[in-house]
């Protein structure tokens, strides 16, 4: 079975991208096993001096979880035009150990408008080198009219197109990867 890692760059308790992982578990159904990382919010700020071992306990918890994952899913908004920052003092943490290194990684940013904090993102993926297909990255945009509170996608184009970026991510992520 698959074993996924899901990141969610929203801090929020009442997180639109959360529902949106809750919309993207029921599309899975039994074709994988998710994990959500409790909240990059635990994560400390990132420090090179500190990036040593034996790391800090919330860093190596992260590490073990990437580790022990197959694929990641990294669903997130965009704030201030850019990527949150703690979701991206989280992959911070990850470029000395290389835990995304041939990782394949679904990307959704489920935001407003979204489009600086996904390019950004696909960026920082590239130099870790995870693996994105551009199959497995979707941009949302205006994603809180998109999703209800029970997790089910209600624009049917934006159910389309996660369903798909999904059923490629399930499949052979690497067959149009950026690798
Ligand atoms: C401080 C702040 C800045 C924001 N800046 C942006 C932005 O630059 N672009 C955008 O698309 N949405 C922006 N938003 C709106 C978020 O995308 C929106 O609140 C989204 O639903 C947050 O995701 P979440 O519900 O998963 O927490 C911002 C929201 C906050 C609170």
Known sequence: MTHILVINGSTRAASTNGLFIKAIVKLTGDRAHFTLYPSVADLPPFNPDL????????????????????????????????????????????????????????????SLSGEKAHASLLETLKVIEAVVAPETSVLVQFARTKVNAEGLITDPETRNAIGNALDSFLGDPCASSNL
Do not use: H, Q
């Open 51 to 110: 990036d040593m071992e034996p790391a800090a306990a919330e860093v190596a918890n992260f590490r073990a979880m990437l580790a022990s994952s197959d694929r990641v899913l990294i669903c997130t908004p965009e704030y201030a035009m850019g990527v949150p920052g703690t979701l991206k003092n989280a992959l911070d943490w990850t470029v000395s150990s290389a835990d995304f290194r041939l990782k394949p990684v679904m990307l959704v940013t489920a």
